[in-house]
């Protein structure tokens, strides 16, 4: 799940490269990664250890502060872990979590641009950002669930192949 990781930082160090503040898509596509990754890690500490290492990738490339995304990636962290312990581990679950993280970082984020920069907090600013966000994501999310379900449809079917011979190599030997 890690290649996922690396994946979505680059994907989203690129894509925003290539689109301007005034474009209908905002990526955060490592909030996508979060979500995905949670069902795959056995451990909560390595999903808190991703969301850690991406949070302090988000400060060093795109905003130059420090620990302020390293601290919202790990409550989004939590938040997934408190998700996920209550409800159901499905792909309709899993969309309205990518919702719930989307809103909480361009919420965050932005309290803390107001606080800090002492700006006037506009709500349609805030909801541009939001809904701009879950655009891109929700593509970039059925299109890496879609990928996930046919490696796992793969591996399942390697397993099964790998016990049919070791049950074969069994019966020999009796």
């Known amino acids: 799940m890690i290649w996922l990781l690396v994946i979505s930082f680059f994907l989203d160090s690129y894509i925003s490269t290539l689109i301007n503040n005034n474009s209908l898509f905002n990526p955060i596509f490592s909030v996508v990664f979060i979500v995905l990754a949670y069902s795959s890690f056995n451990d909560k500490k390595k999903l808190l250890g991703c969301c850690l290492?991406?949070?302090?990738?988000?400060?060093?490339?795109?905003?130059?502060?420090?620990?302020?995304?390293?601290?919202?990636?790990?409550?989004?962290g939590y938040v997934a872990i408190l998700f996920n312990r209550y409800i159901p581990d499905n792909f309709f679950n899993k969309f309205i979590l990518l919702n719930i993280l989307i809103i909480l970082y361009r919420t965050l984020?932005?309290?803390?641009?107001?606080?800090?920069?002492?700006?006037?907090?506009?709500?349609?600013?805030?909801?541009?950002?939001?809904?701009?966000?879950?655009?891109?994501?929700?593509?970039?999310?059925?299109?890496?669930?879609?990928?996930?379900?046919?490696?796992?449809?793969?591996?399942?079917?390697?397993?099964?192949?790998?016990?049919?011979?070791?049950?074969?190599?069994?019966?020999?030997?009796?």
Do not use: A, P, W
């Not at 669930?145 to 397993?159: H, N, Q, S």
């Open 109 to 174: 984020t932005y309290i803390f641009l107001v606080l800090t920069l002492k700006l006037q907090f506009e709500f349609n600013i805030l909801f541009q950002s939001i809904y701009r966000s879950i655009i891109i994501n929700y593509i970039y999310f059925i299109i890496v669930t879609f990928i996930l379900f046919i490696i796992e449809k793969k591996e399942k079917k390697y397993k099964n192949v790998h016990l049919f011979v070791k049950t074969i190599d069994k019966k020999k030997c009796l």
């Open 53 to 76: 290492l991406l949070g302090l990738l988000y400060d060093m490339t795109f905003t130059q502060t420090l620990f302020l995304n390293v601290g919202i990636f790990i409550i989004l």
